[in-house]
């Protein structure tokens, strides 16, 4: 059991259309406390992959493992296991017309009774431990009573993450959740994630530019849906870890000058 | 993209905010969107505690006979011809009232329009008149009208077709009026200031935009066309409904359901169709070739529009409507005698009783109808099979006319309020649990396959994953859906000891002309009263978020 790693892929494969695979023979393992970066120009099959790892997509052949196990054929189980997978969406998902405090309990929707859940339509529960979780990702209890709707961007997506940590997942996906955010915003959100990644956590976040790699452990290179590296983050550093970029990029030139520039000197992890 | 429910600006929180901001328990209960949409369905229990109350035992096996018979459709050529020539007959009156409507409702639209009057003509009182006085028309159901002219005409084809359009134009006059009148006017000024004369300048401004929704209302007009039609029938007005009501009476249940999904195949086409007609012609191609596809489109509405004209013409021939029916009246009897007017007979009714019946059914009908249908999508949520039941349910629900419901309820259950509401609730629902269908169909998955991934079940996935969205559209559908129910409370009045309804039939049947007149007049004035007041409630659950 301890040993099991929390992601699995084994060989896994996504038919598209038209005959080209959106995913072709995808190897991954992650490992508890692991924080990786999964990088790729779009249209790489970044999401597909999360939705197959999150267990939304089942993939056409291969296999899909989580802390060891196969998807489960009884229902009850398999809730079980997708309660331990929590998802940063892109759009955030959240539910405009309930408040602050009924989206971080949504988190908790998995584990909640029936009468539980029609309640927190109803009444403001687990207040204390909603107030915790936003203190989390710094935000003032007062928000809880507030509709989602009247947030602001930046309020919406820590309240998207503090519902995460409400649902208290092990494994951690994310897609692609600082796209169209503007820099300082996307690397203070990024740090807040990371901080929350300690073991037996995990965390698995796709990323369209390469220019936050800071903090990740490991690094994963997708591209046309076959996996191109599978690198230690500090590989990525200098000449050489730009020329995988490039490489990683090819065609898909504005996500790379935009960050990483024509000199090597200037690469982000540097910072 | 989710951001556009954001439109509801932060004042939204108001209406909680003098319970204080702060996150102590004193927020006191509100009720949130999702849980509304549900609210309605507690009707069920009281229900279900008064229902047992209500069953007599005597007709529990006939209602197994029905329902099993429902597999095994007589599929007799005499029963079958019977039952396509009454189909016929039923699809033929939908079709012509709803074509008389649809000329009757546009002309009394444009008449009652203030943007027309002002621009045409200069005053706009004429405009306020003629929709005041469209109001009464309106606030009486088909089946009155229907009932009325039988009286007066006798059994001509030409009745059902007339009861249709009368209602149903007053319906689309509204419809047309309002479209017209809260499209924006800027570009008829622009039109008018540079000078075109006023007809071409609103045909210009105005038409284009008009089109797109009344095509929308005129196509679910003619489903409701066919439901009447068959509801008509019931009454003895002909077609379809005739047969349903005199098989169901002489408990021929399996010539009754060959009838029956005779209509439903007719009624899923009509409906298909149209929903296609829809899309193809109002909803903008995401991949089109611009300009070119809306001329396309143009000329096939027209096209299809004047293929109306003579199919309208050669099925009222088939049917041998003549409008001159309508002048030929017949003498009433008993109007002709001398005390055909009876104040004592008047106050002998016992207003209040009839009035507050009349109430009490229109509220218990539309909480079921309302309150079923998220409910049954719910429950039925985790297992396809069902939730496809459920859909074939509503399906035939929204089929089969409320009367003929009444009829086979009380083969269980005692005449009465509760098997009024069941009937009348049960019809409503499933006209209501199509637009939840619907709704849901149009709107995002996203967030309910979101809480899936994070292993919630699919029911409560359901609750907070879809039903946020469409709660407040939907309640405010209901609310106009209670008001159409408060006109349709005379249909199930046969039932008996069930307010106005009731009274107005046993009235007619007893040709007390006084009672008739002054049971309509109060009918009207209750519907109109009923409808500034869903029309209020419609408007403030749209407003408030």
Known sequence: MAAAALLELRRVSVAGRGGVPRLEGVNLVIEPGERVALLGPSGAGKSTLLTVANGLLPPSSGEVLWQGEAPARSRRLRRRQQARIGTLWQDLRLIDELSVQQNLNAGRLAAWSWPRALLNLLLPLDTPANAAVLARVDLAPELLDQPVAALSGGQRQRVAIARLLRQDPTLLLADEPLASLDPRLAASLLALLLAEVTPPRALLLSLHRPDLLAGFDRVIGLRSGRLVFDAVAGDLQGAAGVARLKELYRGDTSALEETIGTDPAQTPPGR | MSRSFGRQTPAADGPGKPFGGNTGPASGLRPAAPLLVLLPSLVLLPLLVVLPFQVHGGGLDLIGQFALAALTPSLDPLVLRSALTGLATTVGMALLGWAASLVLGVLLGLASSRTLWRNALGPIWPAELIRRLLAIPRAIHELLWGLLLLQLVGLEPVVAVVA?????????????????????????????????????????????????????????????????????????????????????????????????????????????????????????????????????????????????????????????????????????????????????????????????????????????????????????????????????????????????????????????????????????????????????????????????????????????????????????????????????????????????????????????????????????LLTLLGEELSDRLRRRLLQRA
């Open chain 2, 164 to 524: 249709i359009a009368i209602p149903f134009g007053a319906l689309v006059a509204r419809v047309v009026a309002d479209l017209l009148d809260g499209l924006d006017t800027g570009r008829l000024d622009a039109l008018r200031l540079a000078g075109a004369p006023a007809p071409a300048a609103l045909l210009t401004a105005l038409g284009p935009p008009l089109l797109p929704g009344l095509l929308s209302y005129g196509g679910y007009r003619l489903e409701c066309a066919l439901r009447s039609a068959t509801l008509l029938g019931v009454f003895g007005l002909g077609g379809l409904g005739t047969d349903l009501k005199l098989t169901l009476q002489s408990l021929e249940f399996h010539e009754l359901w060959s009838g029956l999904w005779l209509l439903f195949a007719v009624m899923l086409a009509l409906e298909t169709g149209l929903g296609q007609l829809r899309r193809r012609w109002l909803m903008p191609p995401r991949l089109g070739l611009g300009r070119a596809g809306v001329g396309l489109r143009g000329r096939e509405i027209v096209l299809a529009l004047a293929a109306l004209v003579p199919l309208t013409f050669g099925v009222g021939w088939a049917l041998g409507v003549d409008p001159r029916a309508l002048l030929a009246w017949q003498s009433l009897q008993g109007l002709g005698g001398r005390g055909w007017l009876d104040g004592a007979r008047l106050m002998a009714l016992p207003w209040p009783a009839l009035i507050a019946g009349t109430v009490a059914l229109t509220l218990l009908a539309a909480a079921l109808a309302v309150g079923l249908p998220p409910l049954q999508l719910l429950v039925s949520a985790p297992w396809p099979p069902a939730r496809r039941l459920v859909r074939l349910s509503w399906a035939l629900a929204r089929l089969w006319p409320p009367p003929l419901t009444a009829l086979l309820l009380l083969l269980v259950l005692q005449p009465g309020l509760i098997t009024a509401a069941l009937a009348l609730g049960l019809h409503n629902a499933g006209i209501l649990g199509r637009l939840l269908a619907e709704a849901l169909a149009d709107g995002s998955g996203a967030k309910e396959q979101a809480l899936v991934s994070a292993g919630v079940g699919p029911r409560l996935a359901l609750l907070y994953g879809r039903y946020p969205a469409i709660a407040r559209p939907y309640l405010a559908y209901g609310a106009y859906r209670a008001d159409v129910l408060l006109r349709e409370t005379v249909v199930v009045g046969l039932v008996g000891a069930t307010g106005l309804g009731s009274q107005l039939l046993e009235s007619l049947s007893s040709f007390a002309w006084d009672q008739l007149l002054a049971l309509v007049a109060v009918y009207a």
